[in-house]
């Protein structure tokens, strides 16, 4: 079992940075694949980024490929989202999540730990 709190959230203008964090208490953290997800208003909880649980792997939503990038650290139980150059259609609520390794990186349904989320809003 394993539980994960996000922070970092907040509001942006256009064009700025911001950098999530998700603490994960709890036993092996390093053995699960971590993830990024995102929910607007009114739509689906959508994949943003996924590490392996090494570190070495990673995999990005089209739409944030270039500007965003996900990090770990697995001797602080951490892992990161960085956001670049960011812009109002990035708007959301984002959550950590963790899951085992497997197929199928970006469904939600695969992923069997969920922080609480933090808002993320940008200006334009």
């Known amino acids: 079992q394993v539980q994960l709190v996000e922070s970092g959230g907040g509001l942006v203008q256009a064009g700025g940075s911001l950098r999530l964090s998700c603490a994960a208490s709890?036993?092996?953290?390093?053995?699960?694949?971590m993830g990024w997800f995102r929910q607007a208003p009114g739509k689906e909880r959508e994949f943003v980024a996924a590490i392996s649980s090494s570190g070495l792997t990673t995999y990005y939503a089209d739409s944030v490929k270039g500007r965003f990038t996900i990090s770990r650290d697995n001797a602080k139980n951490t892992v990161y989202l960085q956001m670049n150059s960011l812009k109002p259609e990035d708007t959301a609520v984002y959550y950590c999540?963790?899951?085992?390794?497997?197929?199928?990186?970006?469904?939600?349904?695969?992923?069997?730990?969920w922080g609480q989320g933090t808002q993320v809003t940008v200006s334009s």
């Open positions: 999540a963790a899951r085992t390794v497997g197929y199928s990186i970006q469904r939600t349904d695969k992923y069997g730990h």
């Open positions: 709890g036993r092996s953290f390093s053995s699960y694949v």
